[in-house]
């Protein structure tokens, strides 16, 4: 059973344009939530994060939105860049007992093309 | 500053042969993970270690072991390899409670067991 759902494995943009990826989740005990950004052949890279008290975090490009409601997240980046062609992870975390660990939800490839 | 390094980069075993990956942190983190991503699938866990001296295990433990020799270094040891474990692991670390639940990953080993 799928606990993280990025339904789209792949999202192709203009250079310029705005890139919205989606996540979706099944566990209301997620309180935190990042997204990792993944080139090939490296590890994955810390992009943004969001608290489950606040609904909205921005940082320069990168927004996400979370929706406790729906349980659904969304990550936008405006304006894309062809730098940002990569595979971006949705990772929620349960914190437990002084340690945290990730879920990962399968990726979206992103590809934005000049 | 190297972050989380990974030795070694690239491995290939033969069926029932043995190896162990290593991993080392220099941003003194109390906790440290392993994960295998396959192909098309997000990262799943393997195990993990709270901090020094211990150690649990993740969503897809079996056939792996692990040790946490000091607060830098974390192991994954597989006593018998099988082609279903031919997969890239990640090593990664992250400081154990609150807003450090950002971790911190290696780039990468890419194991092929045939």
């Known amino acids: 059973d799928q606990q993280v759902k990025q339904n789209s494995p792949s999202l192709s943009v203009q250079e310029g344009r705005i890139s919205i990826l989606n996540c979706d989740y099944t566990?209301?005990?997620?309180?935190?939530f990042l997204w990792y950004k993944k080139y090939p052949a490296e590890g994955p890279t810390f992009l943004i994060s969001?608290?489950?008290?606040?609904d909205k975090n921005e940082d320069g490009r990168f927004t996400v939105f979370l929706n406790k409601s729906a349980k659904h997240l969304s990550l936008h980046i405006v304006p894309s860049q062809p730098g940002d062609s990569a595979v971006y992870f949705c990772?929620?975390?349960?914190?437990?007992?002084?340690?945290?660990?990730?879920?990962f939800g399968k990726g979206t490839m992103l590809l934005v093309s000049p | 500053n190297a972050g989380v390094t990974q030795t070694p980069k690239f491995q290939v075993l033969k069926t029932g042969q043995s190896m162990t990956l290593q991993c080392a942190q220099d941003?003194?983190?109390?906790?440290m993970y392993w994960y295998r991503q396959d192909p098309g699938m997000g990262l799943r866990l393997i195990y993990y270690?709270?901090?020094?001296?211990?150690?649990d295990k993740g969503e897809v433990p079996n056939g792996y072991n692990v040790s946490r020799l000091n607060k830098r270094e974390f192991s994954l040891r597989l006593e018998s390899a099988a082609p279903s474990q031919t997969s890239v692991y990640f090593c990664?670390?992250?400081?154990?409670?609150?807003?450090?639940?950002?971790?911190?990953f290696g780039p990468g080993t890419r194991l092929t067991v045939t």
């Open positions: 990664a670390s992250s400081e154990a409670v609150g807003q450090g639940s950002e971790q911190y």
């Open positions: 566990n209301s005990m997620f309180d935190y």
């Open positions: 969001i608290s489950s008290i606040k």
């Open positions: 990772a929620p975390v349960e914190m437990n007992s002084g340690y945290s660990t990730l879920t």
């Open positions: 941003m003194n983190h109390n906790s």
């Open positions: 270690s709270a901090s020094e001296g211990t150690t």
